[in-house]
Nanobody, 120 residues
Framework: QVQLVESGGGLVQAGGSLRLSCAAS????????MAWYRRAPGKQRELVAR???????NYADSVKGRFTISRDNAKNTVYLQMNSLKPEDTAAYYC??????????????WGQGTLVTVSS
């Protein structure tokens, strides 16, 4: 079994910064791509940023230049540094990972979500 636990969400004023963390634990052999998604009230879930095991990254156009995704493979952790936050960034943020378990199962795992609220 593999779990993802997010942390770092909260309330921040527009223009401020937050750093989200997501730590994976369990029977992990390897983690391939890790990503952050978000779902704003009344909207569909969208990809925010993705990072491969080789640390190639891609971002949603709406966050390019403001958000940075990174990972620490030794800690099985992915981060999302969010700067210059805007009210439209308000959403529940979810961590996602493609995991190979020690029993060689391939799993797509989701975290429980962390809420980010940006006030104007």
């Amino acid at each position: 079994q593999v779990q993802l636990v997010e942390s770092g969400g909260g309330l921040v004023q527009a223009g401020g910064s937050l750093r989200l963390s997501c730590a994976a634990s369990g029977s992990i052999l390897k983690i391939n791509t890790m990503a952050w998604y978000r779902r704003a009230p009344g909207k569909q879930r969208e990809l925010v940023a993705r990072i491969t095991s080789g640390e190639l990254t891609n971002y949603a156009d709406s966050v390019k230049g403001r958000f940075t995704i990174s990972r620490d493979n030794a800690k099985n952790t992915v981060y999302l540094q969010m700067n210059s936050l805007k009210p439209e960034d308000t959403a529940a943020y979810y961590c996602n990972a493609d995991v190979v378990t020690t029993s060689l199962r391939y799993l797509e795992v989701w975290g429980q979500g962390t809420l980010v609220t940006v006030s104007s």
